[in-house]
Structures are given as structure tokens and as C-alpha cells.
């Protein structure tokens, strides 16, 4: 475009001398017809260049951030579970999803725009040094204000913005631990605190969000007015070299001209930059975060791979501590050796350490101090990758893939490297589900094996997830297998048939590794182990420890069942009992993507996971007029300061419109050579005055819009967030397991964060536009109703043209964000488990199906972006061919004398200048689009009317002080699993004070029951009674505080140990939570460490050890005096010395309170009043415990398995 000031110019300097009487008409019409075609020229130029740029720019911009996003997630996989352990997921969600994005908007179409502006700018530059460089150098001199206030914008802008993002991705994380464990937040009553810390952590956030926008409108206000004061001195100054014959007046024009083209082309970096600006903190961010160091990095481990394992182990002097508590020893000087081919139990208290013996050996961490080796050769030595092959884990807390069930142990082959083909592949993974007494449940699921296990394996029980990731292990045949209480979920027939089949995997060519409380579980153990505070205290086989009379023997005498007498034969019962549901006689096998001969390509299989725009489904019947209505209502309390900002944008808009009157009246000045020296400098100085004084005026305009508008902005983001997570929060369980958490997660971090282009400062953009056409147009038709009217019928090209070129980017766009939604989810899936998925050495194929997700994106998204860009072409080209109608049309007016120069120059200016700004807000259309979406995804969630909300206050307030519970017929079927029978006329009733206990397989339904007391879902049919009357009329927030619930899958979150414990006691003193510590036995390991009670717990609490996480659940229980306690598996993850403290606990405070709790170890339950035993959905059998003994029925068969199994 600065090219055209050259043929402007010259056709400007015809019309001065056609007007002067120099040239004959004639000779005026022929230059005119030349210079046209120059125009033209130039148009065609211009639609291969911009073509050329804007594609280059788009496909290299996605090119780029789709390989940094894969590296990104490359270096997170390699740097492993020790470098993850101080970051959550919200970090590495807004890493691999905005900040990705806006690296993506930064390095495509806001760059291209911020370097086309620049190179125009440049070129601009040249043509006025050649034409005049005394001139140039005086208005050049004005760059170095544009740079001041470009360099100083950029600064804020920056530094804000990085201070911004860690509080919003504090807020991510909050977000994400509280909806990942939605069912501790809402047992808890949970919400309102929960709601407030994500609220605090977005308030901090707020200002220097607010900072950076000002700076960046402050830096636009100044770069705007400081080039209306260039065009003033150009004037002012222009005007003595053409009176002394320095200058002609073609040069002047040139110059003034290129200069005006220059800075509108300076401009347009404002608005662009500072996008450019967060895309490359984002960048920084990402860069940082990939060269940041790790112990323990798989990428840069060069070590020995092994050509064979035998198996042996051995610690030698070892000392340990976790990064995140790097003052707490875990291991001290620790010493021990595995021998190969044997099983070795290791048993001890809470937090002695176990665990972390199973995390060295993976080599999650290395040690402190010592060596570790494997068949002699330290492991620090050997290459990562080839070492976790030989090696198999199955943890207390097993993590699942959001895939299928086949899927999910077809992951265990990965590693083996065997060349197997389907039949075999299939052959091997029933033979391992049958091993992990999983065949008949899976077959009893409505997919059978390709049954979707949902997020985290949500949608199967504690015991199927643990039987799952079991078989997971089996079909591995891996030569080292670690055991970290892998059957703590597992019923007693469950257990007693795995054990035989874990018991028959421990051949002479397996080192087996067995972390176990329950010490019926490690009688046949080789070795045993017993360690206590990170030391070994005695070691030996199992018998001899027990002659010894020592730690194990105590352990013994605490675990040692009551001896009852049972008539019954064990085989045919444990036959009967292992089958969840007997009807279902085929399997239905996964399809497959693998090829005849190799299991490696399994993570190409489908993850599923929830559409982008699954809240969006809801939304799409809403009408777009209550789609804007909503958002005028959303920013109601912001109306007077939104309208206060809005008349100043105008003000702005039509400041571009007076700038066109007063350059045109200074240009036509200079073309009056008949005037006299004097009254031509004081003419000159005028024009040039009044633009000095508009330059003020637009200074103060613009500031003021920016600053107020840029609150409201930033208010409408903070609203729009906190309200949605208020809102999910309300929300029934079913919500959460229909939507998914990491999509809603998504939906808070990265999705509303498009409402930005919804905001008041982004309309305030459009406003300024349109209000400077508006305002051109009206002027050009008031100076001259001809051109005006001709001037403005170019003007539909122009936006047509834009609107195309908009239309056709946000069709890209929405095209492609559903698959950058899902290689989202499944990198931030990946990054959740870590630990599971470098144990199983998924990687390399986690990574692949990324690069597949990105890759298929790409490719779509450039077939749209050849399109869109050449549509953008013509865009850009129309403005030369409407360049060319305008001076041909005006010059042949000038020529026949019907209109005058200096209403061309008006009508001229005035159109040309509002144009870019008013384009500029047509390329704003794929922001706006997905900002749009993004309001309809928050309009669904906020209309959405929750089937059990525990925030409203309607219902009956729940008194009294003490409870009956009861289950009535009560049928019920997860959303998500329609087609299965949960729970079939279940009829259940705790009396006040009673205490109530559910046994049955897993699977069977028994922590469904609980669900539903819970309330977080309603039954099909049926009731659930307190006291008599029907839980859903009762006010449910109320409700829950009466209850403690305890899970066998326990929720921490992110912080201290106090906040944790307090959760849902916010009122607790000190003294109340030290007796809370002692009764749940965690009260000596809190003081034990160096900062007690402030001790952080880490992401998901994983800082701590299993039992160390459930007796802090179990405080936080107790913390609340409840009057009901539900119990499934509370103590599932102690050792014997909690468990029996904790029981005893438990059993004390369940005096005068109604108790129901399910549990696999029937000796927990024996004391219990009545005892129901719950099968396929069904209640069985119900009584105490003689009365189900003298039954001889399920219940006595289940206690012959267990009795026979310690």
C-alpha cells in the first residue's frame, strides 16, 4: 500500500495544475488514465502478496504450536512423576490448552498482521527519505515517541499478563481437584469454600489483567495521537520547505501521505500486539517449563539396556525424601536385598515407607544417598525406558484409561514387545481377566469388554478398577511384579482367587513384590519384610518372624479373626460367589487398528471423551437475540460505567473523521500557489493547529475509554468464570459423569476465556469502526453529494469482502477446535496418570496418537486456510480497484470543473481512512465467533436448572439429633449405564444409633447404596427415608451436614494438612481438630513432621501414603460430629496397627449415631446390629452375624473364604 502514495501523489500534483490552469484538460484526462492503471497494478500485486504472506503465516503458525505442543507433552511424559509432583494439572491444562492457543492466534494471523503493518511502516518510511529527507527527518523523529510508548506498553503487558496466568492456572487447579473429586466436595458441603478459594485465586488475577489492558489502550491512545501531532509539525514544517523551494508540492503530499499510511499502519499493530504479546509469554511459559531440569528425565537417559533380568535387588544404605517435603525422610539408610526369582513382602505402619520402595524401583525418583541395583548394575545406570519393560505395578489407587475395558488391558502387552497376532492378542487378555477374576463382571457389562470404563474408571467399582488394572499386570508376564495393596478393594472370594492366581504367577523366573496390610495376603511370602519409620525392623519367612514373637507377631495378634465354626464346602461356594452375573455367556471383543502381527499401535484405538461442545447440544436451540439479551442482562451491574466508555468510543470514532477534514483543508493549502507567503504559512499554521489540538483530544478520548472499558472487560470474565463454577458445583453427580471433569475444566480455563471477544473493550473496537464510516460517510455526502454517494457505494465492496474473509476463518476454526479439544483431553488424561502410564510405558504411544489428533487437524485446517486467505487477497486488492474508481470518477469531475479539490481531497480522505479501522473488525469474526460459542456454552450452564442442588434453600430443615435411614424398594440405573441394573428393590433400614453394615462382591452395588443416602443421585423408583420422610423433600445442604462420608478412594486437595481436615468445618478450633487427629490415628505423624499442620499435602494429597491420605479423610469425617457416618472401605488402606485404632475409633464414634458402612473384611463388621448382603443389586440376605451364620447361606460362605484364606 505505501507504494500508492507515489502514484498518489504525482496524480495529486495533475489535479493542482489542472486546477492552476498548467495543464489542458486533455493532458489531465490522459495522466489520469495512466495513474489508474497504476492502481490497478498494484492491486494485482497486492492479491499475490497477501496471499502468499497470510497462508505462509497460518500454516507456519500451526505448524509450529502443534510441534511445541507435542514436545511440551513430550518433555511432561519424560520428565515423569518427580518433576509433575510440583505442578497440578491445571498448570499443564493451560499449557497444552490456552496458552497453546494463544501461541497459535500469536504466531498466525496476529504476527502476519503485526509484521505487515511494520513492512508497511518501513516502505512508508523510504518513499518519504527519497522524496524529502530534511522533512522525513523531522517527522521520523515522532518514531521514537512511537517507541517509547510500544516498548513501555509491551513491558506491562507482559509482566501483567505472566502474573495473571499464575493465578489463573492456581484457579485451574482448584477447579480441577474440586470437580475430579466432585463427590468429597459435595459430601463435605464443601462447595462455598471450595468456590471461595477458585474465586480469591481469579481475583488476583483481576488486577493485573486490568493492567495489562489498560497499558495496552494506553499504548494505542498514544501512538494515535502522537501521529496526528507528526501530521501537524509535517504541516507546520512542510509548509516553510515549500515556500523556500526545498520541497515541491508533489514531494510534500508524498511524504504526508506516506506518512499517514505509515502510522494507520502503526495503528493497526495496537490492537494486534498485544495478542503477539501473550502468545509469546504462553511460549516463554511452555519453553520454561520443557528446560526446566528433572532428576529423573526417561528423554535423556543414555543407560545400559539390559539383555536379560533375573530379578535381584538390592538397597544399599539408601536415603529418601520427597521433593515436595524434602525435610521429611522417608528412607533412612536403608538397606535390603530381593533376591530373584522368590516373593518378598514388606509390611509395616502407615507412611514407614513401602510405597516408596515400589516408586524407587520404577525409578519415579532417584534416592539422596545409596544405590539401588537390579542383577548387579545400579539403576541409575541402566536406560529407563528398557528397565520399567521388564516391570509390572498394580497400585492401591489404579489408574484407568477413559477407553474401553479390553483396551485398558491390552495396555499391560505394550511392554512385553511380543509379536502377537488379534487371536492371540484376545486369547491373552480373557486368560488375564479370568486370572484377575474380572472375566464374568466384564461380560455382565451392557459392551461387554468394550464396555467404557469412563474418566478414571469412574464408571466401574473399587474392586472391578483394582481386578482391571490386576489383569493389566498379568497379561504383561512381566519378570518383576510389584503388588501395592493390589487387592485392598477386592471382596474375600475376589481376593482368595487372585491371590491363587498372583500365587501361581510367582515362579522361579519372577521376582514378585508384595506391599500388603492385610497379612493373610504375604503367608507364602519368601521373605518378609517389616519396616517401620523408613528402617528395617525384622526380616525373615513368615513362620520364623511369627516364632520370634516380634513386630510381625504383634501385627498378627491385631489382625487375628474371631474363630467361628462353619459347615460348608469351599470350592463349589467360592465357584458360585465369583460370578457377579451369571446370564451373560459370550464376550464381546474390542475391534482392532493393530496390525496381523504387532500389538504396538493400541493407542490408536478411540479415547472417548466428551465433545467440546457437549454443553454446547443444550445450547443450540437458543435464539442468538437471547443469546445477546443474556449478556446485556450478565453485565447489568457494569451498564452506567459500559456507557460512560461507549460515548468516549464514539468520540474516538469520529475523531478519525475530523482528522480526514483537517489533513484534506492543510493539503488543499498547499496547491494555492496564487496566495501570498504570508497568509499562506499563517493558512497552513492553522490546519496544522488544529490538529495539535485534536491529537489531545484523542489522547484523552481514547484513554478514558480504555481505562473504563477495560474494568468492565475484565469484570465480565471474572463474573462469567466464577459464576459457571458456582453453577457446576450445584450440579448432580449424573452432570459431572455425563460431561466429563476435564471437559468442564476446559470449559472454565480455556473455553470462557473466548468470551473476551464478547467483552466491552473488543465491541468498543467495532464501535470506534463503524462510528468513523458512519461519520466519513456523512461528511463526504454533506462537502459533495456526487462523490460522496459514488465514494461511499466502494465501501460495500470492501466490507463484503471482509466479511467473507471472516466468515471463511471462523469456519476453520470451528472445524478445528473440536480436535484440538481432544488431543487436549487425552495429553491432560495422560499427564493425571503419569505414574500408570510411564509404568507402562505408554509414551511413546500416548505421544503418537497426539501427533495423530494434531496432524489430523492441520491438514483440514489448511484446506479452509487456502480458501480463507485468498478470499482475504481480494479483501485487500478491492481497495485498490475502488482507489482507482474513485480518483478516475473525481479527476473527470475536477476536470469539468464540477466539483472542487478540496472536496475531493474531503470526500477522499475521510472514506480512506475510516476503512482499515472499520476491516480491521471484520477479521475480529473468528474471535467473535468462538466467543459466541463460548457465551452459549455459559448461557446452557447457567439456565440449567440442577436435578439435586444442595445450594437451595427449599426443603424441610432436617433437626433433631438423631437419625433413621431407610431404603424402600428402591430401583435405580446410572445415567451413563442405562441398559444396567444397578440396585433392583433394594429395602434397607438403620435405626437410630444402629449400626449398619453391606457386604456382597464387587460390583454388587453396595457403594451405589451410599450414593443414593448421599443423595447425589435419585432413585428410578422407590424412596430413601431420614426420620420418616423422603430425603428429596428435605433441604439437602442441611441434610449433608449431618453425614460423614468415607470413601475407599480418598479426595484430598492442594494445600495444607489443617485445610484439608477443616474442609467442612471452617469453624473447628484447635482442640477440636487435635481430637479429630487422635481418634482417626494421624495425630503422631502430624507432629512427627517439621511443619505439622501446615504441612502441604501436594496435588490429589499424593505427597502423602495411602493410609496416611484416608486417616486425614477420616479426622475431616469426624472433624464435623456428624450424625450418620457412611463407611465404604474406610480403613481399606491402613496398616494393622491403624486400622485397629481407627476401627476402634470409629466404633466409638459411632455410638449414638447411625452408621452404614460397606466393607470386604467381614471381621470389621461382625459387631455390626444388622448385617445385609447385597448380590447383583439385590439384597440376599439380612441379620446379624450369628443369624447369618446359622443361615448358612452367602454371608457364611463368604466367612468360610476368608477364614480359610488367613
Not at 473488543?762 to 469502526?769: D, K, L, T, Y
Request: aromatic share 8%; glycine share 8%.
Amino acid at each position: 500500500m505505501p507504494l500508492m502514495t507515489i502514484v498518489f501523489g504525482t496524480l495529486s500534483n495533475s489535479f493542482a495544475d489542472i486546477v492552476s490552469g498548467e495543464i489542458t484538460a486533455e493532458d489531465f484526462l490522459k495522466a489520469l488514465l495512466t495513474f489508474s492503471l497504476y492502481f490497478v497494478y498494484l492491486g494485482i500485486a497486492e492479491f499475490v502478496g497477501s496471499y502468499a504472506m497470510w497462508i505462509g503465516f497460518t500454516l507456519a503458525g500451526e505448524s509450529m504450536t502443534n510441534k511445541i505442543r507435542h514436545d511440551l507433552l513430550s518433555s511432561l511424559l519424560q520428565k515423569g512423576v518427580a518433576f509433575l509432583d510440583e505442578s497440578g494439572t491445571g498448570e499443564v491444562i493451560n499449557l497444552l490448552g490456552c496458552d497453546a492457543d494463544s501461541l497459535m492466534d500469536a504466531l498466525s494471523f496476529k504476527l502476519g498482521k503485526v509484521i505487515a503493518a511494520l513492512t508497511s511502516v518501513l516502505v512508508a518510511f523510504l518513499i518519504a527519505f527519497s522524496r524529502s529527507w530534511q522533512l522525513t527527518l523531522i517527522v521520523g523523529s515522532g518514531l521514537f515517541a512511537f517507541a517509547a510508548a510500544g516498548g513501555a506498553g509491551a513491558f506491562v503487558i507482559s509482566k501483567s499478563t505472566t502474573l495473571a496466568s499464575v493465578h489463573q492456572t492456581e484457579a485451574a487447579s482448584i477447579a480441577q481437584e474440586a470437580i475430579s473429586g466432585i463427590a468429597c466436595t459435595v459430601a463435605s458441603s464443601a462447595e462455598k469454600l471450595v468456590s471461595s478459594k477458585y474465586r480469591k485465586s481469579l481475583e488476583k488475577a483481576y488486577r493485573p489483567a486490568v493492567y495489562a489492558r489498560i497499558s495496552g489502550e494506553m499504548m494505542i491512545a498514544t501512538i494515535t495521537s502522537t501521529a496526528t501531532c507528526l501530521f501537524s509539525l509535517a504541516f507546520w514544517r512542510g509548509s516553510r520547505y515549500y515556500v523556500n523551494g526545498q520541497a515541491s508540492f508533489a514531494d510534500v503530499l508524498i511524504v504526508l501521505l506516506a506518512v499517514l499510511l505509515g502510522t494507520a499502519s502503526l495503528g493497526l499493530v495496537g490492537p494486534n500486539i498485544q495478542a503477539v504479546l501473550a502468545g509469546f509469554s504462553a511460549a516463554r511459559k511452555m519453553f520454561a517449563t520443557m528446560m526446566r531440569p528433572s532428576s529423573v528425565d526417561a528423554g535423556q537417559d543414555t543407560g545400559v539396556e539390559l539383555q536379560s533380568v533375573r530379578g535381584a535387588i538390592r538397597f544399599e544404605n539408601v536415603d529418601f525424601a520427597y521433593p515436595t517435603r524434602p525435610d521429611v525422610k522417608v528412607l533412612n539408610s536403608f538397606s535390603l536385598h530381593i533376591p530373584a526369582g522368590g516373593t518378598t513382602a514388606i509390611v509395616g505402619a502407615s507412611g514407614c515407607g513401602k510405597s516408596t520402595i515400589i516408586k524407587l524401583l520404577q525409578r519415579f525418583y532417584d534416592p539422596l544417598k545409596g544405590t539401588i541395583r537390579l542383577d548387579g548394575q545400579r539403576l541409575s545406570d541402566l536406560d529407563l525406558k528398557d528397565l520399567r519393560k521388564y516391570v509390572a505395578v498394580v497400585s492401591q489407587e489404579p489408574d484407568l484409561f477413559n477407553t474401553s475395558v479390553y483396551n485398558n488391558i491390552r495396555f499391560g502387552l505394550l511392554r512385553s514387545g511380543r509379536q502377537l497376532d488379534e487371536d492371540q492378542v484376545h486369547r491373552e487378555i480373557v486368560a488375564a481377566a479370568q486370572a484377575a477374576n474380572i472375566h464374568e463382571a466384564i461380560l455382565g457389562m451392557p459392551d461387554g469388554y468394550q464396555t467404557i470404563v469412563g474418566e478414571r474408571g469412574a464408571r466401574l467399582s473399587g474392586g472391578q478398577r483394582q481386578r482391571v488394572a490386576i489383569a493389566r499386570a498379568l497379561v504383561a508376564n512381566p519378570k518383576i511384579l510389584l503388588l501395592d495393596e493390589a487387592t485392598s478393594a477386592l471382596d474375600t472370594v475376589s481376593e482368595s482367587l487372585i491371590q491363587e492366581a498372583l500365587a501361581s504367577c510367582a515362579d522361579k523366573d519372577r521376582t514378585v513384590i508384595i506391599i500388603a496390610h492385610r497379612l493373610s495376603t504375604i503367608k507364602t511370602a519368601d521373605n518378609v519384610v517389616v519396616m517401620a519409620d523408613g528402617e528395617i525392623v525384622e526380616q525373615g519367612d513368615y513362620e520364623n518372624l511369627i516364632k520370634r514373637r516380634g513386630a510381625l507377631y504383634r501385627l498378627q495378634n491385631i489382625q487375628q479373626p474371631e474363630k467361628d465354626v462353619v459347615g460348608a464346602h469351599l470350592a463349589p461356594l467360592t465357584a458360585d460367589l465369583a460370578v457377579a452375573d451369571p446370564e451373560s455367556s459370550t464376550i464381546t471383543l474390542a475391534s482392532s487398528d493393530t496390525t496381523a502381527n504387532s500389538v504396538k499401535p493400541l493407542l490408536q484405538t478411540d479415547f472417548k471423551s466428551p465433545s467440546l461442545h457437549a454443553g454446547e447440544e443444550d445450547a443450540q436451540n437458543s435464539d442468538n437475540r437471547n443469546l445477546f439479551g443474556f449478556l446485556f442482562d450478565f453485565n447489568k451491574p457494569s451498564w452506567l460505567q459500559m456507557g460512560f466508555g461507549m460515548c468516549w468510543a464514539i468520540v474516538s470514532g469520529c475523531g478519525s473523521t475530523i482528522q480526514a477534514y483537517l489533513f484534506a483543508n492543510a493539503v488543499t493549502s498547499f496547491s494555492t500557489k496564487s496566495l501570498k507567503e504570508s497568509k499562506f504559512l499563517s493558512t497552513v499554521d492553522f490546519w496544522a493547529g488544529m490538529l495539535a489540538l485534536l491529537a489531545a483530544g484523542q489522547l484523552v478520548a481514547s484513554a478514558i475509554r480504555g481505562t473504563s472499558l477495560a474494568i468492565c472487560s475484565e469484570r465480565f470474565l471474572l463474573q462469567a468464570r466464577t459464576q459457571a463454577f458456582d453453577q457446576m458445583l450445584r450440579q448432580e453427580i449424573a452432570y459431572f459423569d455425563e460431561k466429563g471433569g476435564q471437559h468442564l475444566v476446559l470449559l472454565l480455563s480455556t473455553t470462557l476465556g473466548q468470551l473476551n471477544s464478547l467483552s466491552v473493550s473488543q465491541v468498543a473496537i467495532f464501535v470506534v469502526g463503524f462510528t468513523g464510516l458512519i461519520s466519513a460517510i456523512a461528511l463526504s455526502i454533506a462537502v459533495d453529494w456526487k462523490l460522496g454517494l459514488v465514494f461511499t457505494a466502494m465501501g460495500p465492496i470492501l466490507l463484503a469482502s471482509g466479511y467473507l474473509q471472516g466468515a471463511f476463518a471462523t469456519q476453520r476454526e470451528q472445524h478445528s477446535r473440536a480436535l484440538y479439544h481432544d488431543a487436549v483431553v487425552l495429553a491432560t488424561e495422560s499427564i493425571d496418570c503419569i505414574g500408570t502410564v510411564v509404568s507402562l510405558g505408554l509414551e511413546e504411544d500416548l505421544l503418537e496418537r497426539f501427533r495423530s489428533l494434531l496432524t489430523s487437524q492441520a491438514r483440514r485446517a489448511a484446506r479452509k486456510a487456502h480458501v480463507a486467505c485468498c478470499v482475504y487477497a481480494l479483501s485487500q486488492a478491492a481497495m485498490y480497484l475502488c482507489f482507482t474508481g474513485c480518483f478516475y470518477y473525481g479527476g473527470r469531475l475536477l476536470a469539468l470543473k464540477r466539483t472542487t479539490m478540496l472536496d475531493f481531497f474531503v470526500c477522499y480522505t475521510a472514506i480512506v481512512t475510516s476503512t482499515p479501522s472499520t476491516g480491521a473488525c471484520f477479521n475480529m469474526l473468528p474471535e467473535i465467533r468462538k466467543g459466541l460459542d463460548a457465551c452459549q456454552q455459559l448461557l446452557s450452564l447457567l439456565s440449567r436448572k440442577s436435578a439435586i442442588d444442595a445450594s437451595s434453600p427449599a426443603g424441610t430443615t432436617v433437626t433433631g439429633g438423631s437419625a433413621e435411614i431407610a431404603t424402600c424398594g428402591v430401583d435405580f440405573r446410572y445415567p451413563t449405564r442405562p441398559d444396567a441394573v444397578a440396585l433392583q428393590d433394594i429395602t434397607i433400614t438403620a435405626s437410630p444409633g444402629q449400626f449398619i453394615a453391606l457386604v456382597g462382591p464387587s460390583g454388587s452395588g453396595k457403594s451405589t447404596v451410599l450414593s443414593l443416602i448421599e443423595r447425589f443421585y435419585d432413585p428410578a423408583f422407590g424412596s430413601i427415608l431420614h426420620n420418616g420422610a423422603d430425603i428429596r423433600t428435605l433441604n439437602l445442604s442441611g441434610y449433608r451436614k449431618r453425614m460423614a462420608l468415607i470413601t475407599q478412594q480418598t479426595a484430598l486437595f492442594s494445600g495444607t494438612i489443617r485445610e484439608n481436615i477443616v474442609l467442612a468445618s471452617q469453624s473447628a478450633t484447635e482442640d477440636d481438630i487435635r481430637k479429630a487427629m487422635k481418634m482417626a490415628a494421624i495425630d503422631d505423624f502430624v507432629d512427627s513432621l517439621p511443619e505439622g499442620l501446615n504441612t502441604t499435602v501436594g496435588h490429589r494429597g499424593l505427597s502423602l501414603s495411602g493410609g496416611q491420605r484416608q486417616r486425614i479423610a477420616i479426622a475431616r469425617a469426624l472433624l464435623g460430629d456428624p450424625t450418620v457416618l457412611l463407611l465404604d472401605e474406610a480403613t481399606s488402606a491402613l496398616d494393622s496397627t491403624a486400622e485397629q485404632l481407627v476401627q476402634s475409633a470409629i466404633n466409638a464414634a459411632a455410638r449414638g449415631r447411625t452408621t452404614i458402612a460397606v466393607a470386604q473384611r467381614l471381621s470389621t463388621v461382625r459387631h455390626a446390629d444388622r448385617i445385609y448382603v447385597i448380590q447383583s443389586g439385590r439384597v440376599v440376605e439380612g441379620g446379624t452375624h450369628e443369624q447369618l451364620m446359622h443361615l448358612d447361606g452367602v454371608y457364611a460362605s463368604m466367612i468360610l473364604v476368608q477364614e480359610s484364606v488367613k
